[in-house]
């Protein structure tokens, strides 16, 4: 009897002590057990940042299919199912075409030393090399020089969204180390496009592309975004676009849409293309306004919203979103990982939040107590309780104000669970 990816994907997790190991040695080895499927994928864009690589990605495949093309597509975590991780020109995998990549990449392996993320990475590039499409966009797991994506000698283009502090115990504990890491996915003549960033990071992003003669087009130099009067209006050297807004809420979806079109440009699409990718964008759990659901039924009239942001960056632009947000009183709903900065992501937060209600996310090892939590959010001047469940926050806060605005918020891995119970 055929085994389903859940089983499969369950066996590959033992197949490596520790979650996180960065090094390409293992990716390589099974790679060329596979026959080195990494050759022979459609024109790949490569993404890496600490924040908005996702986003970014996303527009940039709205505006590629509207353009008539076909797109692969590579991202993680998945949120509700692993599936969600493998698009095959335009399609999440179906359940029998994972198990089968999976299966093939697990006898490839033959038992060696490979983490989860590796193995499913070449899983993803196995499908991806047997299925026709245009182009293949790959987002970077974690960093970038080591990331289990970086095995594309020429991709077509690369793109760098902000980089930021975030899983130092990896990338290290700097900007510039971190950006040392995430630059690492530049490639000789390969053109790089690059989202706004701070100077200590443009400056290591500059370096190596100036060594490996890449072209760079960065934001600021080589093209410039806003929004204006409710548009988004976009320069580079072949002209002005006056575009509707990203379909994604916030301020900080701006420079995103800025490197999408930058990058859409740049691969000769039209100005219908980039329209659509501001408007045809969808990308669950960053800010996500929750219209449907039982979640939503069972608590309304209270406006609910996701995001999975999780590091001080991502609450500086979550911050800025709610407070562009018609006035409304605002509660969270927080659950973090124990490896986060988490007074540094809710430090600006405390500012346009009335409470935050702390939970442990269900079913995850790494989870923060809630109670940890809660003493987080009082330290940086916050109101804070703790709640045993999801359902339980909900019910205190939606009890003492039925309308009020409520962000469940700290981590994909708790968005997840949101989208799987709300479904």
Request: glycine share 8%; proline share 5%.
């Given at each position: 009897m055929t085994q389903s990816s859940d089983v499969i994907l369950a066996r590959m997790m033992a197949l490596h002590p520790k979650v996180i190991d960065l090094t390409l040695d293992r990716v390589w080895r099974l790679l060329a057990a596979l026959g080195n499927p990494q050759n022979d994928l459609p024109p790949v864009i490569h993404l890496a940042g600490t924040n908005g690589k996702g986003s970014t990605q996303a527009m940039i495949r709205a505006g590629l299919e509207a353009a008539g093309k076909t797109v692969h597509a590579y991202t993680s975590p998945h949120l509700a199912r692993f599936h969600e991780r493998i698009r095959l020109a335009g399609d999440l995998i179906s359940e029998d075409h994972l198990t089968a990549v999976l299966d093939e990449c697990y006898a490839a392996n033959d038992g060696g030393n490979i983490t989860y993320f590796e193995i499913t990475t070449a899983a993803a590039l196995l499908a991806f090399a047997r299925t026709p499409a245009n182009y293949t966009l790959l987002e970077v797991g974690l960093g970038g020089r080591l990331d289990a994506t970086n095995v594309i000698e020429t991709p077509a283009l690369t793109v760098i969204t902000p980089i930021d502090l975030d899983h130092q115990q990896f990338l290290g504990d700097t900007l510039q180390e971190i950006a040392g890491e995430k630059a690492g996915i530049i490639k000789r003549g390969v053109p790089c496009v690059v989202g706004p960033q701070h100077d200590e990071v443009l400056d290591v992003i500059e370096a190596r592309a100036a060594r490996l003669g890449a072209p760079l087009l960065a934001f600021g130099q080589q093209w410039h975004v806003t929004q204006e009067r409710g548009r988004l209006i976009y320069q580079d050297e072949t002209g002005l676009l006056d575009l509707p807004l990203p379909a994604l809420p916030g301020p900080h979806q701006i420079a995103n849409?800025?490197?999408?079109?930058?990058?859409?440009?740049?691969?000769?699409?039209?100005?219908?293309?980039?329209?659509?990718?501001?408007?045809?964008?969808?990308?669950?759990?960053?800010?996500?306004?929750?219209?449907?659901?039982?979640?939503?039924?069972?608590?309304?009239?209270?406006?609910?919203?996701?995001?999975?942001?999780?590091?001080?960056?991502?609450?500086?632009?979550?911050?800025?979103?709610l407070a562009d947000l018609p006035d409304r009183p605002t509660h969270l709903v927080c659950g973090m990982l124990n490896t986060k900065d988490i007074r540094g992501y809710l430090l600006p937060l405390a500012k346009v939040a009335q409470?935050?209600?702390?939970?442990?996310?269900?079913?995850?090892?790494?989870?923060?107590?809630?109670?940890?939590?809660?003493?987080?959010?009082?330290?940086?001047?916050?109101?804070?309780?703790?709640?045993?469940?999801?359902?339980?926050?909900?019910?205190?806060?939606?009890a003492k104000e039925p309308y009020a605005r409520i962000l469940i918020c700290g981590s994909l891995y708790l968005a997840g669970h949101v989208l799987r119970e709300n479904s």
């Open positions: 849409a800025g490197a999408a079109i930058a990058a859409l440009r740049r691969l000769g699409c039209d100005e219908v293309a980039c329209e659509a990718a501001m408007t045809d964008v969808f990308w669950p759990a960053r800010m996500q306004h929750l219209t449907t659901g039982r979640i939503v039924d069972r608590f309304r009239p209270a406006d609910l919203w996701l995001d999975g942001g999780h590091n001080p960056a991502a609450g500086v632009m979550l911050a800025r979103t409470s935050l209600t702390a939970i442990s996310i269900p079913g995850e090892a790494n989870t923060l107590p809630a109670s940890v939590t809660a003493t987080a959010a009082r330290d940086v001047g916050m109101v804070a309780a703790v709640a045993d469940s999801l359902d339980a926050a909900l019910e205190d806060i939606s």
